[in-house]
């Protein structure tokens, strides 16, 4: 396995990542950079942004590693039809975010970077989510209770929201919640 290569770096500050990560039993550690710019172009196809973005996000940490490390960086968006939907900067943005993925199907996308010093891997993974019709009072109980600010779409399929709002799922549960841990391990395997 890798991890017997390689000392594994998880670059997120994210509970759930690293939740998510823990889960397939390699040993890593968590490393974060603050201040990494994570724009895009705009004439970036939106399936490609989240993969820009973690490249972007590994070129950052490739400055500082050292060669027996292996980092993991990674970047989530959600995307209703072309429109890019990041993290909300407030309860307004996240009720409004809310409204429009209510009663429709969207995709939630996650780029994943493998990097060490000598070799990158990068691919995405995608799931398409169906919400149900969201009353005012489901989307404000949600956001007022959970503040999912810091969640691309303001949801986390894994809170209250999940529970009672998503209909279909057809893609990686686990790349919604921010980590697409199967296709990770696979790479991890073959890396």
């Known amino acids: 396995m890798v991890s017997d290569r390689y000392h594994i770096i998880l670059a997120s500050n994210s509970p759930r990542r690293k939740e998510l990560l823990g889960g397939i039993d390699i040993p890593f550690e968590i490393r974060v950079l603050d ?11 939106t ?18 590693m050292a060669p027996d490390e292996l980092i993991i960086t990674a970047d989530t968006i959600v995307v209703l039809g072309q ?24 995709q939630v996308i996650t780029g994943v970077c493998l990097t060490t010093q000598e070799r990158q891997v990068s691919f995405s993974v995608e799931t398409d989510v169906t919400f149900k019709y969201l009353t005012d009072e489901e989307i404000t109980y949600y956001v007022d209770h959970y503040r999912p600010f810091d969640k691309a779409g303001a949801y986390g399929i894994q809170e209250w929201i999940g529970h009672v709002g998503v209909t279909g799922l057809k893609g990686s549960y686990f790349n919604v919640m921010g980590l697409p841990v199967q296709r990770i391990y696979e790479a991890l395997k073959t890396f």
Do not use: F, N
């Open 83 to 106: 429109e890019v939907m990041g993290k909300p900067k407030d309860a307004a943005e996240a009720r409004q975010m809310l409204r429009k993925l209510s009663g429709k199907t969207h």
């Open 47 to 64: 399936k490609d942004i989240a993969g820009y973005i973690s490249k972007k996000k590994a070129d950052a940490y490739q400055q500082t």
């Open 35 to 45: 201040g990494i710019d994570e724009s895009y172009p705009d004439h970036l196809p």
